[in-house]
Every structure is written in structure tokens, then in C-alpha cells.
């Protein structure tokens, strides 16, 4: 009984914990990046927001120890770039911060998906997660394309790595790219660009499909067992 009752207290956590990463990730993303591509933000402040960010996603990973290494070595990673960054910007806090934002979103993609995609009842904690998942699918390409640029600066147009308005250029481009809008404003030039943003591309178009599919049969299997 007590065992029971520890059990579903520890679910309402992760799902308040889901829902407040779901939050703080898209005014991130959506708040936070556009103030930072138009100067109105420093890179260090988008970084130290992005720190914040990953604050709920220690908690949320706390019963995993490989997880929650992970994502304190993200937060570290970012937190030395945001150092350096106020120092003096460089490449390398640059890459510093590419590497954060893919080793977080790799570990929460992999945590997120096992209670998206995982047996049992649809709710709205479930339905939160995979828009979650959606937006941590743009961060891991938002890094990917980060590094990619780092180490070849040419290798998309307008996505200058030392300029302070790069992390909310590169948001955009990411999820530009993820939902297959293609303003054109942005374009990847070099092959390995070109070849993440294919990939980048062809998952935000499979993803929706894959989840609600998903949803639809979990639904189907948790009325017939009622």
C-alpha cells in the first residue's frame, strides 16, 4: 500500500515536472531565442536560460544516474560557455554550448519517448510529452547544425557563429527546417548542412504521423480493456 501510494505520488511529480519543462522549453524557444536574434538578449543570458531550463530536467531524470550525469554535464558545459562568453565569445563557448544542447536533448528525447511511446492509458501528461518531444527533436538539431557550423562557418548562409544573435538565428533555422517551412532565408550550403537538414526535414514530417498512430492505438487497447 505504501509502496502504491510512493508510486503514483512519484508519477504526479514527473508529470508536473513534464508540464513545466514543456513550458520553460518553449518560451525558450519561442520567447526567449526571438529577444536573443534581435539583440535584444546576450548570448550568456540565452545560455543562463537555458541552464534554467535544464533545472527541471535534473529532477525529471533524478531516477536514472546515467541521465542525470548527463545533464549535469550539460549544465556544467553551458555554464563555463556563458562564462567564457562574457569573457570574450569564441568559438570554442560556442561549441560548448552545441554540445549542452545535444547531450540534453539526446537524454530527454531518450526519457520522454519511453513515456510517450510506452504502454497504457493516453492522458494529457502523455499528449504533453510528445509536443515535448517534438520541440527537444529541434534542440538536438539545433546543436547538431551548431557544431556543424562551429567547425565550418560558411556552411549556412546568414548563421555566423560569432555574431550574438547566432543561438536565436540557429533556433530558427532549426525549426524552419523541422516543420519544412523553408522561408529560404537561411539555407544550408555545405553538403553535411544540406544532409542534417534532410534528415531534420524527413523526421518532422514522420514524427507527428508516428505519434498519433501511437496515441490511437494506446486509446483502442485501453477501452477494449474496460
Sequence with gaps: ???????????????????????????????VAPLQANGVLSSPLFGLFFGLVLIPAAFMVSGNRIAIALILVALILVLVAVVMGWRQPSLTDKLLDA??????????????????????????????????LYLIIGQIFAGLIGVAIVLEPDAVTKLEPLKDNFAGNLIYFSFVTLTTTGYGDIVPVHPYARGLAIIEAVLGQLYPATLLARLVTLELASRNNT
Excluded at 2 to 8: F, L, M, P, T
Excluded at 11 to 19: A, I, K, N, V
Excluded at 109 to 114: N, T, W, Y
Design 99 to 132: 554540445a549542452a544542447w545535444l547531450i540534453a536533448g539526446v537524454t530527454l528525447s531518450a526519457v520522454v519517448a519511453r513515456t510517450v511511446f510506452a504502454p497504457g492509458k493516453v492522458t494529457f501528461h502523455r499528449i504533453i510529452g510528445g509536443a515535448l
Design 1 to 31: 500500500m505504501v509502496a502504491g501510494k510512493s508510486h503514483r505520488r512519484d508519477e504526479r511529480l514527473s508529470d508536473q515536472l513534464l508540464t513545466v519543462l514543456t513550458i520553460l522549453l518553449s518560451t525558450l524557444l519561442f520567447v
